[in-house]
């Protein structure tokens, strides 16, 4: 249906947002190893 169509983008920008999230700590992370 055209609602369930309409939700994908927003759950995409969820997971991307988390994957910065996880790629932001991870480069902290990476930094302190250092």
Request: net charge negative.
């Amino acid at each position: 249906s055209r609602s369930e169509f309409g939700n994908i983008p927003a759950k995409k920008f969820e997971w991307d947002e988390s994957i910065d999230k996880i790629v932001a700590i991870y480069e902290i992370l990476l930094q302190k190893h250092d």
